[in-house]
């Protein structure tokens, strides 16, 4: 039997490790898949630190980019149609919705999905395949998990770089607060969502101005062609400076639309005064509880702020995010974003993305 190197998470008090498991057959309706590329997330660093309640041991990753390794019985299209053979590259959505509860089936939100099953999340060794995170040599893919066939040219390394923060803001920007064209688009943080933010309002025919940091950082995003105007917040610490700034470029009124990628709380305060009134605040950045913080309602009112949060993605919004693609990958210099490092060398990869030495790393063979 084949054996995989796999990223384990055994508790929170020791860093995960690589282990080896055996790899069992795909299940009918299932698959296998050799994982090639898998991104490491910031949210993997908070499962990591204990920040969110998920069983372990798990192996993580809910990333990933790989080639078809062998076929469950009865499986031979990916999700949308396309024939699906061993040597495939395909991408995956990370989680299953249940269809049966309340926000699947009444609400028609699979991603408020009480039961979301999620891949190198929550989901433990115990289970039929340990395999369950792209952290691994392989993966094994279960019936109902959205797999698409990458068109042929597709950059494997470019895709990576907007792996699980592109397919998030498909949902944000498609459906929770959709961008206008002629827009002026704000985002607060320029890490993998924030940038992935900017580049899809940029398709959308926004002009973008991102907020982040610090300058080495801003200097990448400008360099791959992502935000008109950048303004560094973070090296600077001039908070009231940065809004100085928006307020200039926007003739004084502020932005019709910002949107919070930063994933600090403070960052929220700050956002609501970079709107216009009338204008419009997206929250997509606090995935994890990083506390609270405290900020003047009277900016929502005073400038009549629509206020939206929104939350993860499904399987169709990756596959709008892979058809994508080339136009972003045109447009946007997405392989420059990227670092690779070995699997073996997970845990200096994670350190690397905690210390924002890279903008986004992926793991390899």
Request: hydrophobic content about 40%.
């Amino acid at each position: 039997m084949t054996t995989a190197r796999a990223v384990v998470l055994e508790d929170f008090t020791d860093p995960p490790h690589v282990a080896s498991f055996d790899v069992p057959p795909p299940t009918p309706g299932g698959l296998t898949v050799a994982c090639r590329y898998a991104g490491i997330c910031g949210t993997d660093l908070h499962l990591a630190s204990g920040h969110l309640d998920v069983p372990t041991p798990l192996v993580l990753g809910h990333e990933g980019l790989g080639t078809v390794h062998a076929l469950g019985d009865g499986t031979d299209r990916d999700t949308g149609g396309d024939p699906l053979a061993v040597g495939d590259t395909v991408m995956w959505a990370s989680s299953i919705a249940c269809h049966t509860c309340h926000a699947c089936r009444v609400l028609r939100e699979p991603t408020l999905c009480t039961a979301r099953q999620t891949y190198g999340v929550n989901r433990p060794t115990s289970e039929a395949s340990p395999l369950r995170g792209s952290w691994a040599d392989f993966i094994s893919l279960e019936p109902g998990t959205t797999v698409i066939k990458l068109p042929a040219g597709t950059d494997p390394v470019a895709a990576m770089a907007f792996a699980c923060a592109g397919p998030t803001m498909v949902h944000a920007l498609g459906e929770r607060r959709p961008v206008r064209l002629g827009e002026t688009v704000v985002v607060q943080g320029s890490g993998p969502v924030g940038l992935a933010a900017a580049a899809l309002a940029q398709l959308a025919g926004a002009h973008v101005i991102v907020v982040g940091g610090p300058a080495a950082r801003l200097a990448t995003a400008r360099a791959a062609r992502i935000g008109d105007e950048h303004i560094d917040v973070v090296e600077s610490g001039d908070v009231q400076g940065a809004l100085a700034a928006v307020l200039d470029l926007t003739e004084g009124r502020g932005a019709d639309l910002v949107i919070e990628c930063a994933g600090v709380p403070d960052a929220v305060e700050q956002g609501t005064r970079m709107a216009r009134r009338g204008g419009s605040y997206l929250i997509v950045g606090q995935y994890t509880d990083s506390g609270n913080t405290s900020f003047n309602p009277h900016q929502i009112v005073h400038r009549q702020l629509d206020l939206v949060g929104s939350w993860a993605f499904t399987g169709t919004h990756l596959a709008e995010y892979i058809r994508l693609l080339p136009a972003l990958t045109e447009r946007f210099g997405l392989r420059s974003l990227v670092t690779a490092f070995p699997l073996d060398d997970v845990r200096h990869a994670m350190r690397s993305v905690r210390d924002g030495a890279v903008l986004k790393a992926v793991l390899t063979p």
